[in-house]
């Protein structure tokens, strides 16, 4: 299923794939001269799903499918480039343009070399459409989130089509192409998924930075189009964000807060509870059922194998088991400003304000004998 094909900007048309998660977004660009004559472009053209809605959205708009002229393809992924060796069977005067880097994994579709055009090999980023006296610009998004990944700049709409740059999943809910505020939270995450590093975003955001004119739209390859405000207000956005390994790394810097929360209160048990002390470091170096959790030598712990949020969990387990039940109270409060004053978030079993509501207290005490 897909909506109807929809002008975006001067001659720039969409068509949206229908998935409410996370859709494809395919773009048409006509550059039409002053004689009406035309050369079509397609960027990223889907999947073989897309390709009946595709036939007949091109069938209205341009003759056919026999009248592209050009596929651009931002990357290779199956999303954006399935489609090609259809449409090149039923367009026999199509060429793609891409990267080189794109180009060495999408041949293996099957699609002769002499149907390529290496963006590599023009002169200049920015080019003349001779026929019809458009200007357009290949823009490279290098790890964003392919090494070869390339955008497209229509001078005449002043659309950037930005590949799967500042992509999203939907969190906007109800229908309608264009980003709002609500869009965000489903950039953020596609980014946090898909993109390598902070660097990488930001070196694409200073390239779009120095486009002259400046883009009014980003028209990505997943989720809603940005324009106006939003435009300026996303870039900056991500590129100061973590992802990818930014964030494994900023996982490291959260294990380094743990250990020093965790060895100070280890410190103050010893010198308060010494036996529960004893017995807490002892249950934490047997191995359970499948490793020790954590590495700890001598009285300190060097190391934790799970992320610190599931070795918290393990460790308060560990602990409540080591003392008795009337000293589970104290010591929770004791846990829980030792790890505060290092900027750890205790487990959520601490963090939870005192039910007042006697049925969640007999819940909670049936779900401790459960899970022990
Ligand atoms: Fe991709
Ligand atoms: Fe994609």
Avoid at 148 to 170: C, K, P, Q, T, W
Wanted: proline share 6%; net charge negative; hydrophobic share 40%.
């Amino acid at each position: 299923m897909h909506g109807e094909l929809q002008e975006i900007g001067e001659e720039f048309y969409l068509l949206r794939s229908e998935e409410e998660d996370f859709h494809r977004n395919i773009y048409i660009k006509r550059f039409v001269g002053p004689d009406g004559d035309s050369l079509n472009m397609i960027m990223d053209p889907g999947t073989p799903l897309d390709y009946p809605a595709l036939s007949k959205a091109l069938k209205d708009l341009i003759g056919g499918i026999r009248n592209l002229h050009i596929i651009f393809l931002s990357h290779q992924d199956p999303d954006v480039s399935s489609n090609v060796g259809a449409i090149l069977a039923s367009a026999p005067r199509a060429l793609v343009f891409t990267s080189i880097d794109t180009w060495r994994l999408v041949k293996m579709y099957g699609i002769p070399e002499n149907k390529f055009k290496p963006i590599e090999s023009f002169k200049r980023e920015l080019l003349k459409v001779k026929r019809t006296g458009h200007w357009i610009q290949f823009v490279p998004a290098r790890y964003c989130h392919f090494r070869g990944a390339m955008m497209l700049y229509d001078h005449e709409s002043r659309i950037l089509f930005s590949g799967d740059f500042m992509a999203g999943v939907n969190t906007r809910k109800g229908p309608g192409i264009y980003a709002t505020e609500e869009s965000w939270e489903g950039i953020s995450l596609f980014h946090q998924i898909y993109m390598p590093s902070k660097k990488a975003i930001q070196r694409t955001v200073d390239r779009i930075g120095m486009l002259n004119p400046l883009p009014q739209v980003i028209a990505p390859q997943h989720g809603d189009v940005v324009k106006g405000e939003l435009v300026d207000e996303f870039l900056h956005r991500l590129s100061s964000m973590d992802v990818g390994l930014d964030t494994e790394e900023s996982i490291e810097a959260e294990k380094e807060n743990l250990y020093v929360a965790l060895n100070s209160f280890l410190d103050m048990l010893k010198l308060t509870y010494p036996a529960v002390h004893s017995k807490l470091i002892s249950t934490l170096t047997t191995a359970g059922e499948f490793t020790t959790v954590f590495k700890i030598v001598g009285d300190n712990v060097l190391e934790v194998k799970l992320l610190p949020k599931t070795a918290l969990e393990h460790f308060w387990k560990a602990m409540k088991s080591s003392a008795e039940a009337d000293l589970h109270e104290e010591l929770a409060g004791l846990f829980v400003n030792s790890l505060r004053s290092f900027g750890v978030e205790p487990p959520p079993e601490l963090s939870r304000p005192a039910p007042e509501d006697k049925t969640l207290t007999t819940e909670m005490v049936n779900l401790d004998k459960i899970f022990g």
